[in-house]
């Protein structure tokens, strides 16, 4: 069935560091992407989204490219900040389902 | 403002008693969701709904129950028969029940299980 993998953390980086969340899912068809960030006792907020295959979200210096020849939806930051910290989850949508990964703790370190 | 509400943000029962979680939107989206989330998990699809006085269950309905009597509605309840309902659950909507729209979700509901 359809499914998300993401890489576990949690994941501990310095300030300006560079950072890739890794993404993969199993899906048949052209199913949409996204990837929502959630911050401490608080709802899921969409980060970024992609619709279609060589897409690429981007938000707030967050990018993610729609690849559909390895089925992957990488997250990357070229300069976290300490604001960056919460848990991302990517997800995808077939039809009037969501499958979520089960998320990535980033913790930024000054 | 436009959004999902969802109260209580904290809620707290004694085991066996039946407890209803709330979920409002002003979106005007056709679709609403509710998740169960668990420390270290991903996202667990309860029950969804696609249109009003129409529901249908998720991966894990057994002991929950919910009903969509209006569009902006979507109250979700635990039953006793769920066997372990201390989770943070999260309630969501989307424009269309089927589509390439993201979904919006609610601030949660932490309930605890005494």
Redesign the interface.
Known sequence: GDSVTQMEGPVTLSEEAFLTINCTYTATGYP?L?W?VQYP??????LL?A?KADDKGSNKGFEATYRKETTSFHLEKGSVQVSDSAVY?CAL?K????Y????TSLTVIP | DGG?T?SPKYLFRKEGQNVTLSCEQNLNHD?M?WYRQDP????R?IY?S?IVNDFQKGDIAEGYSVSREKKESFPLTVTSAQKNPTAFY?C?SSIA????????????T?LTVL
Do not use: C, M, W
Not at chain 1, 41 to 46: A, F, N, S, Y
Not at chain 1, 95 to 98: A, L
Not at chain 1, 100 to 103: D, E, K, N
Not at chain 2, 40 to 43: D, K, P, R, Y
């Open positions: 949409s996204f929502y006792g608080e709802g899921l907020q969409l989204k619709t989850f949508r039809g009037n389902q969501f979520f990964g089960t998320g | 999902i969802q679709a969701y270290g998990q991903g996202l699809l969804y696609q999260l969501a029940a089927v589509g390439t729209d993201t979904q919006y979700f609610g601030p949660g932490r």
